[in-house]
């Protein structure tokens, strides 16, 4: 079954219509990585504690579902959409805004992730299982002030980590096998299927700064300062994804999200595990 589900995860990254550029040519996204993790993994119990306490695990996600609640969740299935080197080459030339391409990979590919999460929930219900998407369910809140910063209810980046799928950064993204540049989701089920391992010593090991204090390239590629040799200023941050990005180049791309990925692009972690 595991085989199967990262089958259909594969096609419908691969043949979805969702996934293309508005000229209907080019994907977002690449081939995805999918990882699984046992809804029981403690981590998502140390969650609450390393992201704060109103971060649910998944059982708690589960008795708070409007309908047909209660059930025991198995398995969170997790993948990663990697964005592809023509887009990542587009956002290397910037460095203030993000590039077009990067722009609507965010807006466009992003509600297409979304079309994925959906299909994988109705995928599992239709060969008898339950399933719900952590980032549609009703109880889903972000929080703009907590002792780490901006933080939602569920962390698809803490998810991708206990999936075996990559480790955090400096700018706090995840690096996984195929890079820094990409989107995340993933899908709580009631079918019990073997976790992924978790091929690395700690949660920080493929970011080169943390391993050996080599790199910090991120840092330099930051158009507003929100990243030092401490971390990542989440409000700075926002404040120009969020606001000042959208403000000057929403209207001319297109979109209404923007995102900035100056950051995952031009950097050695950018397409790879440095």
Known sequence: MRELICGEIRRFVRDDAGNRFPDGQAPYFDEPLVGFTAAADPL???????????????????????????????????WVLPITAATRETNR???????????QTRNFGEA??????????????????????????????????????????WSERHAAYAAGLGT?????????????????????TDLELEPSARPYPNHTHN?????????????????????NKDGHDKNICGQHVYGTAPEAVAKEYGVTATGCGLCQTKVPCESRIP
Do not use: M
């Not at 998502?44 to 409007?66: C, N, Q, S």
């Not at 955090?168 to 989107?183: C, E, W, Y």
């Open 168 to 188: 955090f950064s400096l700018n706090d993204a995840v690096i996984t096998p195929r890079g820094i540049a990409h989107r995340l989701g993933s899908v709580v």
């Open 112 to 153: 297409f992730n979304g079309a994925l999460r959906r299909h994988l929930v109705a995928f599992l219900t239709a060969r008898g299982h339950r399933a719900f998407a952590p980032q549609f369910h009703p109880a889903w809140k972000e929080y703009a002030d907590t002792p780490v910063g901006v933080a939602s209810s």
């Open 207 to 227: 970011c080169l700064y943390y391993r050996n204090g080599t790199c910090g390239a991120c840092i330099t590629r930051c158009p507003v300062g929100a990243l």
């Open 44 to 78: 998502f119990t140390e969650y609450k504690t390393v992201i704060g306490d109103f971060h649910f695990t998944p059982a708690e996600l589960a008795e708070r579902l409007p309908e047909d609640g209660g059930w025991e969740p198995k398995t969170v299935i997790t």
């Open 93 to 103: 030339r910037e460095e203030r805004f993000p590039s077009r391409a990067w722009a």
